[in-house]
């Protein structure tokens, strides 16, 4: 699915973020202790753990924050949590 295409409108948009948020912390919650070092292909075929693919998850989300933050201070918009 191509969100960019699909999704549109502020309540949405959120909803669509929350729902993918909720999967991820979830899907973290899930994984037994014992299984986090087991060796998993990761998309694109390259082999790692689990762990590491919820470092990698968590490292993104916070790329995207700070590209959202760069973009919405370019556009005169201050973050809330700044004001």
């Known amino acids: 699915m191509t969100y ?16 993918s948020y909720e ?7 899930n994984v037994p202790k014992d299984k986090l070092l087991e060796s998993v292909e990761f ?6 753990n689990r762990r590491g693919i919820m470092l990698l998850a968590l490292s993104h989300v916070s790329e995207h924050m700070g590209q959202l933050i760069a973009y919405a201070r370019s556009n005169d918009v201050i973050p809330p949590w700044s004001k």
């Open 23 to 29: 999967f991820l912390v979830n899907s973290a919650k």
């Open 4 to 19: 960019e295409k699909t999704i549109s409108g502020k309540a949405n948009i959120q909803a669509a973020l929350s729902k």
């Open 43 to 48: 998309p694109g075929g390259m082999p790692m």
